[in-house]
C-alpha cells in the first residue's frame, strides 16, 4: 500500500484546525450565556464580508456586450474584464460557480466548454497537452496567448515555441475564464494567432476552501485554500496547495503534480491595490506514449515498445508584483512585473535509443495599461487604452543520449537569448446607443542571439519588426439583438531555433474576419452565430530554399445557445463546423490535418433548492485527416459525462463522477507518422467522488 503523500496530511490539518473553529464559532452563538464581546467580533467579521461583497460586481451579458456567459461572473474591478467583453467578437466568460462544479485532472479541461475547442490528451511526460480552436492544430496550443492574472505564460523553448503549460495551474484556484476568439485585440501580440485565454485567480476574501477526490485508477486530487482579510480590509493574504497523482489507466502513464501558491494584496489609500505573488510548481510523469492503429485495436491499454524509462520532469518558480491603480475615476491603471525560471526533462526512445531533451529557462516581464474613459453624453462614450509589454528569454537547450534516464553523451547544448517589446493603442467609441465602433494597431519588435556551447559559435539573431491592425463593429438592432463584425492582421515568426538559423523563413501573416449576431429574444433564451475565416500563407523548405506553397484557409460556422425554462435548470448546446483547407500548393483542396469537421457540445444542468444537482454532458467530435495528403483520417469520437452533487450544512459539498459515461473507446488526439496512424488512448468510464468544503 503506497505511503499517504504529506500534503495530505497537511490538507487534513488545516482542514482539521478550521472546521473545528467554525464549529466552535457555531456552537457559541447557540449558546445563551455568550460574551457581549464574543457577540461584537462576530458582527464586525460578517460587517466586513459584507464591505467586501458590495465591492464586487456581477458581470452579465448587457446590450452590445457580444459574450456568453458559463456560469455567473463575480469581479472585483470590472476595468479589464469589460474591455475584453466589448470587444467586437466571440467572447466566452466561465464563472467562478460553474468552475467549482467541475471535477478535472488538470485546468485545460475546463476549456471543454468553450464552443470550437478541442483538447488533446497527450499525457506524455508531463509536457503542455494540446489544444486548438477553429481550425488551428497546433501541437501544445501554442497559437493561443494564455494570461494568468494578467501575466502570459506561453514558454519559448520548451516542447514547442510558445506553448502554455496548464499544468502549473490549479483549477481550483481560478475565479473566472475569458476565450477571445481570433486576434482582435491590439493588447496581445505574439502566440495568439487563434486566440486568447485569460484567467483570473482567486485573490481575496476571508475562506477557507479544500477538497479532496479519489477516483478510478488509483486517481487522488487534493487542494486547501486559506484567506483571510486585516486592517479594515486594507491588507490581504491567500495561501493555497494542490497535490494530485494517478496511476493512471494505460502502461507506464503514472502522474505527480505538486502547486503551491501565496499571494499578498495591499491597498494603503482607495483606489490603489498593491500585489505580491508567488508560486512553485512541480510535476514528474511517465508516459505510455503513441501507439501504431493495430496496437490500439488489440489492446489500447498498452504502451509503446521500450516505454518503461520515458517520461518527463519540470519544475518552475515565479514571482510577480502587480499595481492596479485609479488614478482618477476614469483613469485606470494596470502594471506587472514578473521573473519565471523553470527546467525540464523530458525522456523518450524515438527509435534510435533513448534521449533526453532538457530545457532551462528564465523569463523576465514587464506591462502596464492605461485606460481613459470619457463620457459625451447617456448614450455616446469613448474608451481609450495603451500600454506596452517587454519579455525576455534566456532558454538553454540540451540533447543528451541516455540509458534509462543516465545521460551517456551530449549532442546539443545551445543557449538563446529572445527578446520581445510590444506598444499599442485601441478604443472603443460607442457613437450612440446603437453602435460600437473599435480600431486598435500594435507594433512589436523582436531581437535575440544564440550560441553553441559545443564549439562556442555565436550568432545574432536578425531583428524583427512587426505591426499588426484590428477593426469592428458593433450594432445594436434593439436591446434584445446585437450584429457585429471584425477584422485583424497578425502573424508567425519563424519556429524555435529557425528565427536564429542564417537562412530562415519570413514573417507569415494571417489575415482574420468574423461576423456574428447575438439575440436574446425571449428572457429564457440566448443565441449567438459567428461566421470566421482566416487566411495564412504556407513556407515549406524545398531544396535549400523557403518556398510559399499557397494557403492554409480556415473558415466556419458556429453557433451557440443557452435555454433557462425554469428556474435552477440550464440547457446549453454548441455547434462549430469547419471547413479548414489548403489553398495553392501540392496540397491544393486538402483539409488541414487534425482539424474535426464538426465539434457538438451539449447538455443540460440543474440545480435545485435543496442544494441537489445533477448535469449531464455530450461531446461529439467528427472526422479529421491526420496527414497532409488527406490519405489518412480518424472517425472521430462520442464521450458523456454525468455528475451528481449535494450541499449540506451550507459548507460542504459531495459529488460523483461518471467520465465516458457509455464507455466509449476513443483517443482524443491521432496524427500520423512512420507509416500508420498513431493513437493517444483515452480512458474508459471513470468514476470520481469528490468531497469539498466552502467557508
Known sequence: MKKINILFVVWFLLLFVFCYKDFNAFAQEQNKDVNENTTLSIQQEKDKKEVYEQSKQKLVPGPGEVFMNIGEVVVETT????????????????????????????????????PGFIYRDYGNGGVPNGFTMRGFNSNHGSDNLVTIDGIPINDHFWQEDGAPDFNQLTAEEIENITVIKGPIDARYGNWGRAGIVNIE??????????SLSLGSWGTRKAYVSFGSEHFDNKFNQVYSVEYFDTDAWRENSEQKR??????????PFSGIQLGLQTHVYKADWSTGGYITEEQWKDDPRQAFDSA????????????????DWNLKKDIPLEARFWYKTNKASRWADWGGGQTEMFTKESVWGALANIGFLRNFGSDSKIRVDSGFDWRSFDSNYQDWNTYARVRTSVNTDDDYIFNNFGVYIKSNYDVNKYLRLFAGVRHDYFSGDTKNNLTNEKRDMDNYNVTTYKGGIIGNISDRYSLYANIGTTFTLPRKELKYAEEHPDVTYLLFREVGLKANPLDWLLV??????????????????????GKAIRKGHEIEVNIFPFEGMTIFSSLTLDNSKFDGGTNDGNWVTSVPEYIWNTGIQYDSIY????????????????????????????????????????????????????????AEFVGFWSGSNQYMSSNPRGYYVTLKYNM
Do not use: C
Open 258 to 267: 505538486q502547486n503551491a501558491y501565496a499571494k499578498w494584496y495591499y491597498r
Open 528 to 549: 449567438r452565430y459567428a461566421y470566421f475565416y482566416s487566411d495564412e500563407d504556407v513556407v515549406a523548405f524545398i531544396a535549400g530554399d523557403y518556398v510559399n506553397q
Open 611 to 666: 442544494g441537489t444537482g445533477a448535469r449531464l454532458w455530450y461531446r461529439s467530435v467528427g472526422k479529421w485527416y491526420t496527414d497532409s495528403s488527406n490519405e489518412h483520417s480518424y472517425k472521430g469520437y462520442k464521450t458523456a459525462d454525468l455528475t451528481v452533487y449535494h450541499t449540506f450544512a451550507d459548507k460542504w459539498t459531495v459529488s460523483f463522477d461518471i467520465k465516458n459515461l457509455f464507455n466509449q473507446k476513443y
Open 308 to 323: 518503461q524509462d520515458d517520461g518527463g520532469k519540470k519544475e518552475l518558480q515565479e514571482i510577480s508584483m502587480h499595481l
Open 79 to 114: 476595468s479589464a474584464t469589460v474591455s475584453n467583453v466589448d470587444l467586437p467578437g466571440s467572447v466566452d466568460v466561465i464563472g467562478e460557480d460553474q468552475l467549482r462544479k467541475e471535477i478535472t485532472n488538470n485546468s485545460l479541461e475546463l476549456l471543454r466548454r468553450i
Open 201 to 210: 485567480t482567486r485573490k481575496r476574501g476571508d475562506f477557507l476552501k479544500s
